[in-house]
């Protein structure tokens, strides 16, 4: 039974993305192949990197941002002196030698073609800013897979982290689907769920989900490579968020909900998970 061959597609986060995909790296057991990857720009396509850093701004206190700079000051050191860089996307996939796609736009005939040369089963998606169009589903011979950290249909849309806090919710979890043009729909293939940790923030809620997408992925793939995916019926409301509002975040800090605090170092910090 050959192996799956699967393609990347992400985004260049330091914090945790970069754990996600090292997990498949390195928990492989011999399901998959990973033929190439693709890192995009934390913003989206049709913004820049200023309006990105607007949106947190509406949303982070000062004291927070002050705290985040920290981090990426502390990455930014460790990068200096260590052979290994542990908090870049595009740096763990030259260090395992995997193949990298370059592009700003994943939709563009060119990229596509570039897709299509690689005879590839699976496309996982972990946080891109971009969506996937009609063209760049089809390509993969299996599926499009979207690693999403809510319990869809709960939370579909962006800073899903931030909305399971902002709505005081019970549980947090992740759930990987199927894709289709429609955003963070499709067939539910996995989806796992956990208390929502006394204490939390949104920096240690995406620790969590994510590390539980990191093993749902290992999970999923091999049932995929041995054709014993199953579909799933998600038991969660519906609900669709964009990037929330400065009114939002001034109620956010009312609810004294925290986004990071300096304790959260240990984990958005950490090399693996």
């Given at each position: 039974?050959?192996?799956?061959?699967?393609?990347?597609?992400?985004?260049?986060?330091?914090?945790?993305?970069?754990?996600?995909?090292?997990?498949?790296i390195?928990k492989?057991?011999?399901?998959?192949?990973?033929?190439?990857?693709?890192?995009?720009?934390?913003?989206?396509?049709?913004?820049?990197?200023?309006?990105?850093?607007?949106?947190?701004v509406?949303?982070y206190?000062?004291?927070?941002?002050?705290?985040?700079?920290?981090?990426?000051?502390?990455?930014?050191?460790?990068?200096?002196?260590?052979?290994?860089?542990?908090?870049?996307?595009?740096?763990?996939?030259?260090?395992?030698?995997?193949?990298?796609?370059?592009?700003?736009?994943?939709?563009?005939?060119?990229?596509?073609?570039?897709?299509?040369?690689?005879?590839?089963?699976?496309?996982?998606?972990?946080?891109?800013?971009?969506?996937?169009?009609?063209?760049?589903?089809?390509?993969p011979?299996?599926?499009?897979?979207?690693?999403?950290?809510?319990?869809?249909?709960?939370?579909?849309?962006?800073?899903?982290?931030?909305?399971?806090?902002?709505?005081?919710?019970?549980?947090?979890g992740?759930t990987?689907?199927?894709?289709?043009?429609?955003?963070?729909?499709?067939?539910?293939?996995?989806?796992?769920?956990?208390?929502?940790?006394?204490?939390?923030?949104?920096?240690?809620?995406?620790?969590?989900?994510?590390?539980?997408?990191?093993?749902?992925?290992?999970?999923?793939?091999?049932?995929?490579?041995?054709?014993?995916?199953?579909?799933?019926?998600?038991?969660?409301?519906?609900?669709y968020?964009?990037?929330?509002?400065?009114?939002?975040?001034?109620?956010?800090?009312?609810?004294?909900?925290?986004?990071?605090?300096?304790?959260?170092?240990?984990?958005?910090?950490?090399?693996?998970?």
């Amino acid at each position: 039974m050959k192996k799956l061959r699967i393609f990347i597609i992400s985004q260049e986060e330091p914090f945790y993305v970069p754990k996600v995909i090292r997990h498949l790296i390195e928990k492989n057991a011999g399901d998959y192949e990973i033929v190439g990857a693709t890192c995009l720009k934390p913003h989206r396509k049709n913004k820049t990197m200023k309006d990105w850093f607007m949106e947190r701004v509406k949303v982070y206190s000062y004291y927070e941002l002050f705290i985040t700079l920290c981090f990426m000051t502390y990455i930014k050191t460790t990068n200096l002196f260590s052979r290994i860089n542990y908090f870049s996307v595009k740096a763990l996939y030259k260090d395992y030698s995997i193949p990298q796609v370059s592009t700003d736009d994943i939709n563009s005939p060119k990229f596509l073609n570039e897709l299509n040369k690689l005879d590839i089963d699976v496309i996982i998606s972990i946080s891109p800013p971009q969506l996937f169009k009609k063209e760049l589903l089809k390509v993969p011979n299996k599926y499009c897979l979207n690693a999403h950290g809510t319990l869809l249909p709960r939370h579909r849309g962006v800073f899903g982290s931030w909305w399971m806090l902002f709505e005081e919710d019970k549980e947090i979890g992740a759930t990987i689907h199927t894709m289709e043009e429609r955003l963070d729909a499709g067939e539910i293939l996995w989806q796992k769920s956990v208390e929502t940790p006394d204490n939390a923030t949104q920096y240690s809620i995406a620790f969590q989900t994510k590390k539980l997408i990191a093993l749902g992925l290992i999970e999923v793939l091999k049932d995929i490579r041995h054709d014993n995916e199953t579909i799933i019926q998600s038991i969660y409301e519906e609900s669709y968020h964009r990037a929330p509002t400065k009114e939002q975040g001034v109620e956010f800090r009312k609810k004294n909900k925290k986004i990071i605090t300096f304790s959260n170092a240990r984990l958005a910090l950490s090399k693996r998970f």
